[in-house]
């Protein structure tokens, strides 16, 4: 039993220790204390998950604008993969899915996952779910289209009745509805050379003699291919107007075509354009480049018009088409409105590559592949009457040999092939000298004469000795008259050159090998943008590849 000492010392150090209330104050701080940790730490884990969903949502954004864009060749998925993963969120993607048409891209990405959190835990949440979702879409809004049709003499026939009817019912398919002038299309006729309206070849710098009516051509040097455009200021070569390829017949009896139509020399066709019907009148006016319009009837008209004949250059139709979409062709359209030649609705036109609501298209096709390709040599493009070559009224000739006459000519100098004699004078266009002999400039006898005639009938026949000198001077003559603009494989190379300077601005190429050869179809087929926007068509009917891409160009515009 403790003692009266003892139970008073209890219930004194009973009372103190009741008493004292340092100890509450000690623990309110640590309960104070952990709260504040627990609410600290719950904001700093809202806060990095805020700013992990904030940093997701932008980057999915970035990414699906990036993917949409219609022209960006890479994997649309793949290129919103990239943004994420570079950002650091990989783990988050879920999925992306991407939805296109021609011209039309809708990318749309999902990014679901749960952030493991730092201080959250001390309340029970280990984790806070964080999610993203953005989508895109581009559709074009304006769509610009160049035809660019082979003209060639292979044509003729079955197959450009084929290409008239298949190219005008592609004009009624992608005008359809047109009331808004959102699509343009243009015309590129070509053979050996792209021939233009007078009002178009007085845009450019074009150097040289005009030799004919409705012929005009530009015969481009090798650095023009290096650049999408051609330049108005740049002086370009003039092609003159000359038969440079049909051959002729060796006979005495093959004589000039002459002003009654007398045929049996006349051009089947000039090189920059063809000719038929009436030799006075000259050339013909059909395969001309038509500028942009929206009007399918003076399109259809223009199509229908067009005439087969001469070799073919499919690297001059091409870079004429791609002018035809290029921005720097803009002042020449501006100045075609001002000239009541387009309409007012294509002044802002061709737009530039990189705008996003706009689409450019080219249909290139051929039937044929890369001819060599001569022109007339500078000494032989004159434009002054000091040729030698003399033309009576009858519309025949006789030419002057000073010098390499054959024994048989005496003292005469002037040979006359269609009577197969040399004279003292020029023929006149009668027996009895009774009428005119024009001495003729170079322009103005291949305006009349093929190269072949000449070289034959006014050369080779008229020194040559026998079979052999005759074929000698023949081939002479051809060389001194004609030179190599360009050789099959050059002209594979510059036109392959333009079709990457189309894909570099985004211009989208359909090719059409219409019963080409091998070399055709592998021109024609690496000039596409894609293998799917090839077409080889081995029947005798176009229609097929033509139709499939005014489908796919309508549904286009359906969805803008």
């Known amino acids: ?39 600290g730490g719950l904001a700093v884990d809202l806060m990095r998950m805020e700013n992990t969903r904030s940093t997701l949502q932008q980057t999915l954004d970035r990414c699906v604008l990036a993917a949409a864009s219609v022209r960006q060749r890479l994997d649309p998925e793949l290129v919103c993969r990239d943004y994420v993963e570079k950002a650091g969120l990989s783990d988050y993607l879920r999925d992306v899915q991407v939805t296109q048409s ?22 029970g949440q280990n984790t806070f779910p964080i999610g993203a979702l953005s ?44 009331l808004d002038n959102s699509v343009s299309i243009a015309l590129v006729p070509y053979n050996a050379q792209v021939n233009m309206p007078d009002y178009l070849i ?57 002003a009654t139509g ?11 354009n063809p000719r038929n019907g009436d030799p006075v009148t000259g050339a013909l006016t059909q395969n001309l480049i038509l500028p942009p319009t929206s009007d399918a009837n003076v399109l ?44 007012a609705s294509f002044r802002d036109r061709p737009f530039d590559y990189d705008q996003e609501d706009v689409m450019k298209v080219i249909v290139l096709m051929t039937d044929g592949e890369h001819v060599a390709h001569r022109i007339t040599a500078p000494a032989f493009r004159g434009e002054t009457a000091d040729t030698g070559i003399f033309r009576g009224t009858d519309g025949n000739y006789s030419i002057r040999h000073t010098t390499g006459r054959p024994a048989t000519a005496g003292s005469n100098e002037y040979w006359v092939p269609h009577r197969s004699e040399w004279r003292a004078g020029p023929w006149t266009g009668a027996a009895d000298n009774s009428g005119t002999a024009v001495e003729q400039s170079w322009a103005g006898v291949w305006q009349n004469q093929r190269m072949s005639w000449v070289a034959r009938q006014l050369y080779a026949r008229a020194l040559g000795t026998s079979n052999a000198s005759r074929t000698a001077i ?26 990457d300077l189309a894909r570099d601005n985004d211009v989208v190429v359909y090719g059409i090998a219409f019963q ?34 005014a489908l796919q160009i309508s549904q286009l515009r359906l969805t803008q």
């Open 1 to 39: 039993m403790p003692t009266p000492f003892q139970t008073a010392t209890r219930a004194h150090v009973a009372k103190s220790f009741r008493d004292n209330e340092d100890g509450n104050i000690a623990m309110f701080s640590v309960l104070l204390f952990t709260l504040m940790v627990m609410v």
């Open 102 to 123: 021609e011209g039309s891209r809708q990318v749309l990405a999902r990014a679901r996952g749960d952030q493991r959190n730092y201080f959250a835990p001390l309340i």
């Open 135 to 178: 989508s895109a879409t581009q559709r074009v809004s304006d769509i610009e289209i160049v035809l660019v049709l082979d003209v060639s003499g292979s044509m003729s026939g079955a197959k450009i009745a084929s290409l008239k009817e298949a190219a005008s019912n592609f004009v009624d398919t992608v005008t359809a509805n047109n």
């Open 202 to 258: 007085a845009k450019y710098n074009a150097v040289g003699p005009v030799t004919a009516a409705n012929a005009n051509c530009l015969e481009f040097t090798p650095a023009m291919f290096d650049v999408p455009g051609i330049s108005q200021t740049t002086p370009i070569p003039r092609a003159i107007y000359a038969d440079t390829s049909s051959g002729t017949t060796g006979g005495s009896g093959y004589t000039a075509f002459d």
């Open 262 to 272: 007398n045929t049996g020399g006349t051009n089947a066709f000039q090189y920059c």
């Open 300 to 343: 259809k008209a223009h199509i229908n018009a067009l005439y087969a004949g001469g070799n073919t250059s499919i690297t001059l139709g091409m870079k004429w088409g791609l002018n035809m979409v290029d921005p720097g062709t803009r002042p020449v359209f501006g100045q075609l409105v001002n000239e009541g030649e387009m309409s």
């Open 474 to 499: 023949y081939n002479a003559k051809l060389e001194d008259f004609r030179d190599t603009y360009s050789d099959a494989t050059s002209m594979d190379a510059s036109l392959q050159q333009t079709c």
């Open 516 to 549: 080409a050869p091998a070399n055709g179809q592998t021109q024609i087929r690496d000039c596409s943008s894609t293998i799917a926007q090839y077409y080889q068509s081995d029947d005798s009917n176009v229609a097929t590849a033509f139709d499939s891409i």
